[in-house]
């Protein structure tokens, strides 16, 4: 079974930088696309960026479009997510999420394995 173990989390002032990291367990990501989400105290769960399988396609969340980038490294089993600019409206508990996709698809929901979360908070 695929474990996902999230890194990278922390606290940073508003316009600062962090680099989380997603990292699969046991099996590989093959053939499943990894979405990141967060969740904030009070608020549903969203999805804030999610990258096919093969690392060529992706999706952005209006939010953090040109802030945020998501990768993935296929070889070392881990995925990304560089955010930038960061804003206090960001802090939340950051979620690596991953599903099986067929026609290297980036699906928005429907993600069945989780990982713990990470904690990021961004002070003003």
């Known amino acids: 079974q695929v474990q996902l173990v999230e890194s990278g989390g922390g606290l940073v002032q508003a316009g600062g930088s962090l680099r989380l990291s997603c990292a699969a367990s046991?099996?590989?990501?093959?053939?499943?696309?990894v979405g990141w989400f967060r969740q904030a105290p009070g608020k549903e769960r969203d999805i804030v960026a999610a990258?096919?399988?093969?690392?060529?396609?992706?999706y952005d969340a209006d939010s953090v479009k040109g802030r945020f980038t998501i990768s993935r490294d296929n070889t070392n089993n881990t995925v990304y997510l560089q955010m930038s600019s960061l804003k206090p409206e960001d802090t939340a508990v950051y979620y690596c999420?991953?599903?099986?996709?067929?026609?290297?698809?980036?699906?928005?929901?429907?993600?069945?394995?989780w990982g713990q979360g990470t904690q990021v908070t961004v002070s003003s």
């Open positions: 046991s099996r590989t990501f093959s053939g499943r696309a």
């Open positions: 990258v096919s399988w093969s690392g060529r396609r992706e």
């Open positions: 999420a991953a599903r099986g996709a067929g026609w290297d698809a980036v699906p928005t929901s429907g993600y069945d394995i």
